[in-house]
T-cell receptor, first 114, second 114 residues
């Protein structure tokens, strides 16, 4: 069973640029959630995708957008990067059946905005 | 809206001593409760979860947690810690009616001293 994978592992961008982060969900999982973890903080929910549709969004501006593909992999896009966007971006996959609601996290992408 | 408070940002403890990491939450609806562990430069790994039933939940690596509804707490305990338990620990909640958005605390850094 393949776990959640994310790419790239590290990324350095300049303020104002755009970035795309990628996530492959665990085998059999149809739901992907994205989180932003600033240094020294807990993860903050950005949004979730279920069967290619957005299924909940946290308190993040519209320049944070996403996609989910038919194979359930996902992308997080951030436009007009700001210095405060520097963080670890975590992807989590799940299969909301029964009462599990367990999310399996990938290793994250470390984004640095200069 | 839910919020999670982890009362201790740093907890140093000697090897083989017991430890308790505290977590309190506030919510207007029923919640599921989780503890995750994060090792340096890695994603989050699920330690244990409370969905329903017995309020004492046992997880991996010898950890357990007790759900106390009246005190809205979900404290994590281990009777004897090892050096390898040194990591960041996060408490999280999600609503039972949706389960799609996890709210995390700010984390507790556990350092096990030889």
């Amino acid at each position: 069973e393949t776990g959640v994978t994310q790419s790239p592992t590290h990324l350095i961008k300049t303020r104002g640029q755009q970035v795309t982060l990628r996530c492959s969900s665990q085998s059999g999982h149809n739901t992907v959630s994205w989180y932003q973890q600033a240094l020294g903080q807990g993860p903050q929910f950005i949004f979730q995708y279920y069967r290619e549709e957005e299924n909940g969004r946290g308190n993040f501006p519209p320049r944070f957008s996403g996609l989910q593909f038919p194979n359930y992999s996902s992308e997080l896009n951030v436009n007009a990067l700001e210095l405060d966007d520097s963080a670890l971006y975590l992807c989590a996959s799940s299969f909301p059946s029964g009462s599990s609601y367990e999310q399996y996290f990938g290793p994250g992408t470390r984004l640095t905005v200069t | 809206a839910q919020s999670v408070t982890q009362l201790d940002s740093q907890v140093p403890v000697f090897e083989e001593a017991p430890v308790e990491l505290r977590c309190n939450y506030s919510s207007s609806v029923s919640v599921y409760l989780f503890w995750y562990v994060q090792y340096p430069n890695q994603g989050l790994q699920l330690l244990l979860k409370y969905l329903s039933g017995s309020t004492l939940v046992k997880g991996i690596n010898g950890f357990e947690a007790e759900f106390n509804k009246s005190q809205t707490s979900f404290h994590l305990r281990k009777p004897s810690v090892h050096i390898s338990d040194t990591a960041e620990y996060f408490c999280a909640v999600s609503e039972t009616n949706t389960g799609n958005q996890f709210y995390f605390g700010t984390g507790t850094s556990l350092t096990v001293i030889p």
